[in-house]
């Protein structure tokens, strides 16, 4: 072999990082590593093309299998029958077991955008999801130990890989640093999924940020070849596909035909697409900028035609339906919790009655919330695939609709989006991705959005409602009066300041936050 850890090997890593994974590994970069690259190449194509006039609409090329009855994708897999909640959470061991033991009946295990790609949590994240799968785990603090419940109560494993974006610097092929994506994917595999199999489940994975049916494809592929690699049954690999990215909105069934062997469904990664609404026509004036981000509701004409788009293309072929995350956690203060969970109970009420099969929450405090709205509307069922949703006819028109989005760009909303996005990368640079904020869980995807939208309100010289430009001072002066407000005057803030200025003021838009501050990450 020809590959090269170059990132520290701790205890225990060499059950990790296997012959048989970094073979993997090695395999699946030399035939697909080219392939990808050119793939992220058509991704600023058509930001380009866009940029000059374009719209994104439904393929012409693929209308032929969008107007096909007949082909559907696979049954759902053992453990993927029911996902009427699923919890969201990164890979450290305290939050393996909890996230287990909480009540829903899926775990989607984060190694994107909740979690950071610092080296420890790449390589440590897959000894807890072992640990887990073989129930060698267990975590102690000084007053509380936390162990596994027994297996017939515990959420099914679905790991989420790096974004085809991503690369892993810690392994090098040829000198080329391989594809973060792969890297997450081919270690779970190596190491669980015979384990899995074995247990009556399968490998499963959460695909993030796709763009295009072809990236789809790509996937498709790369489980073929992972599959024969390492004796794996060709088809028991299955994979949920967030849509989360404006182009995707505009493939989704070719995307479910292209890993039709291999689907299992669609989620609605609202956050993150908001963040791609912004990204994908940032260039395009006033019709595609939103107001401040805890405005934008899933009620809103765009955001509606994308959920309701979803849940009908999903039940046409056979497919789960997957629900949005409800970022609230559990407060200590009364009015706020009260106010949490009742918005929770109508996000969840709104997606059931939709047709949703099931939806995320980001706590196991609110588990059971989601959980009680769902039986309600399944009773004995394990899902909706019957409703089929016949009555929805969504247009190219209604998913650009970004323009009759009610709200303002206010003074709050600004300091918010650059209070938190500051208090999220401070955290992200040492190494945590799910954090605690203003009474919510973030992730990546939050302080996307809160970049992003700064960057093109100065780009478009948007007046807030106190009469004041956004301007590069402006933002400049918020973000040490919103640091100054927490007190804060460490190193760590200093550098997530510094991270958080560049890419929100910067002449030149960073297509993802991440990839500077990985550069920044030992």
């Not at 590593?33 to 930001?47: I, T, Y």
């Not at 024969?228 to 182009?247: D, N, S, W």
């Not at 009420?349 to 929450?361: H, K, L, N, Q």
């Not at 040490?480 to 005057?489: M, N, R, S, V």
Request: charged share 25%; net charge negative; hydrophobic share 40%.
């Amino acid at each position: 072999m020809s590959i090269d850890v170059t990132g520290p090997i701790n205890e225990r890593y060499d059950e990790i990082l296997t012959e048989r994974a970094l073979g993997l590994i090695e395999t699946l970069h030399r035939e697909y590593g080219a392939r990808r690259l050119e793939l992220l190449e058509r991704r600023r194509e058509r930001v380009a093309a866009i940029e000059g006039g374009a719209s994104l609409e439904f393929l012409p090329e693929t209308k032929d299998v969008r107007d096909d009855p007949d082909w559907r994708v696979a049954p759902a897999a053992p453990g993927l029958v029911d996902r009427r909640v699923e919890i969201t959470g990164p890979t450290d061991r305290k939050m393996t077991i909890n996230a287990l033991n909480s009540g829903a009946k899926v775990w989607l295990a984060d190694q994107e955008d909740a979690n950071t790609p610092l080296w420890e949590n790449v390589v440590g994240g897959q000894l807890n999801l072992l640990d887990a799968i073989t129930r060698r785990i267990d975590f102690s603090t000084d007053t509380k130990s936390y162990a596994l419940k027994p297996d017939d109560e515990l959420a099914t494993i679905v790991v989420r890989p790096r974004g085809w974006h991503l690369p892993e610097k810690h392994i090098v092929v040829d000198g080329e640093p391989v594809s973060g994506s792969l890297v997450d994917f081919a270690l779970y595999l190596a190491a669980c999924g015979q384990l899995q199999l074995d247990r009556g489940q399968g490998p499963y994975f959460y695909l993030p940020k796709m763009e295009s049916h072809l990236e789809a494809r790509l996937w498709n592929d790369v489980f073929v070849t992972a599959q024969e690699y390492l004796g794996i049954p060709r088809g028991t690999i299955r994979a949920t596909v967030l849509i989360e990215t404006y182009p995707a909105a505009f493939e989704m069934e070719e995307i479910l035909y292209e890993l039709r062997e291999h689907s299992a469904g669609l989620n609605a990664g609202r956050w993150d697409y908001m963040f791609s609404v912004i990204k994908t026509h940032r260039t395009r004036g006033t019709d595609f900028q939103l107001p401040d981000r805890n405005s934008v509701t899933m009620t809103v004409p765009f955001m509606r035609a994308y959920t309701e788009l979803l849940v009908r293309t999903c039940h046409k072929r056979g497919a789960h339906a997957i629900g949005g995350m409800a970022a609230f956690i559990p407060s200590k203060d009364p009015a706020v919790n009260e106010q949490a969970f009742a918005k929770v109970e109508a996000d969840k009420r709104r997606e059931a009655g939709d047709g949703f099969d099931g939806s995320w929450v980001a706590h196991p405090g609110m588990v059971e919330t989601c959980r009680t709205v769902f039986d309600s509307v399944l009773g004995a069922e394990p899902n909706q695939l019957g409703k089929l949703r016949e009555d929805v006819s969504v247009t190219a028109a209604d998913l650009l609709d970004v323009a009759a989005t009610p709200g303002a760009v206010t003074e709050a909303g600004l300091r918010n989006n650059v209070s938190v996005a500051i208090q999220y990368l401070a955290a992200w640079l040492e190494g945590t991705g799910a954090v605690g904020i203003f009474d919510l869980m973030e992730d990546a995807a939050t302080a996307e959005i809160s970049r992003s939208q700064i960057w093109q309100w100065r780009q478009n010289g948007v007046v807030l409602d106190t009469g004041e430009t956004v301007t590069t001072d402006l933002v400049q002066r918020i973000a040490d009066e919103e640091i100054a407000k927490l007190g804060e005057d460490s190193g760590r803030f200093k550098a997530a300041r510094e991270l958080f200025l560049e890419t929100a003021l910067a002449d030149d838009y960073a297509d993802f936050l991440t990839l500077p501050a990985y550069e920044r990450m030992a």
